[in-house]
T-cell receptor, first 113, second 112 residues
């Protein structure tokens, strides 16, 4: 399988639940990202990992916790979310210098009830 | 602060009716400007990268151009399958190794 794969595609969770989003890339890229996309708002960068090391946390609340066990896998652990956290969560990967842009996954549509 | 705006917010065209989408940016120095297409419920799909003013890239019915302040995505004789949201993003020169700033997108609908 090639490209960037995200699972699950859809997730409904209560505010007290704990869940995880998974992202996997088979492109040989060494940078991976989590973005949040809400309706009518630009893509919001959440976290950046370069060579498995977190290099950016864009003031994201602690109820979102990323994990990057290797350069091909990225997780986003979710805990005690709020309804306003409902959004499309996108994973992306790129070469280190980003000159060819990102390759995005299809996203996880998260609904917090 | 690096900023990207896109206009119009939404655009409805008849099939075959050519038009242009605008991406205006302010950045300290441009490393690259990127265009993406996003279909509903999917992640953005890479279209073009432009690096310097005067550069043009083409793909099927799409042509992207770049000036020092803005980029245009020209759509010639669009078809219904061109309906999507088109996103623009910039990467700044002084942010090597840093990340893109995305615009809010233009939602294009092409009616048969």
């Amino acid at each position: 399988e090639t490209g960037v794969t995200q699972t699950p595609r859809h997730l409904v969770m209560g505010m007290t639940n704990k869940k995880s989003l998974k992202c996997e890339q088979h492109l040989g890229h060494n940078a991976m990202y989590w973005y949040k996309q809400s309706a009518k708002k630009p893509l919001e960068l959440m976290f950046v990992y370069n060579f498995k090391e977190q290099t950016e946390n864009n003031s994201v609340p602690s109820r979102f916790s990323p994990e990057c066990p290797n350069s091909s896998h990225l997780f986003l652990h979710l805990h005690t979310l709020q309804p306003e956290d409902s959004a499309l969560y996108l994973c992306a990967s790129s070469q280190e210098d980003r000159r060819y842009g990102y390759t995005f996954g299809s996203g996880t549509r998260l609904t917090v009830v | 602060e690096d900023q990207v705006t896109q206009s119009p917010e939404a655009l409805r065209l008849q099939e075959g009716e050519s038009s242009s989408l605008n991406c205006s940016y302010t950045v300290s120095g441009l490393r690259g400007l990127f265009w993406y297409r996003q279909d509903p419920g999917k992640g953005p799909e890479f279209l073009f990268t432009l690096y310097s003013a005067g550069e043009e890239k083409e793909k099927e019915r799409l042509k992207a151009t770049l000036t020092k302040k803005e980029s245009f995505l020209h759509i010639t004789a669009p078809k219904p399958e061109d309906s999507a949201t088109y996103l623009c993003a910039v990467q700044a020169l002084d942010n090597y190794g840093q990340n893109f700033v995305f615009g809010p997108g233009t939602r294009l609908s092409v009616l048969p």
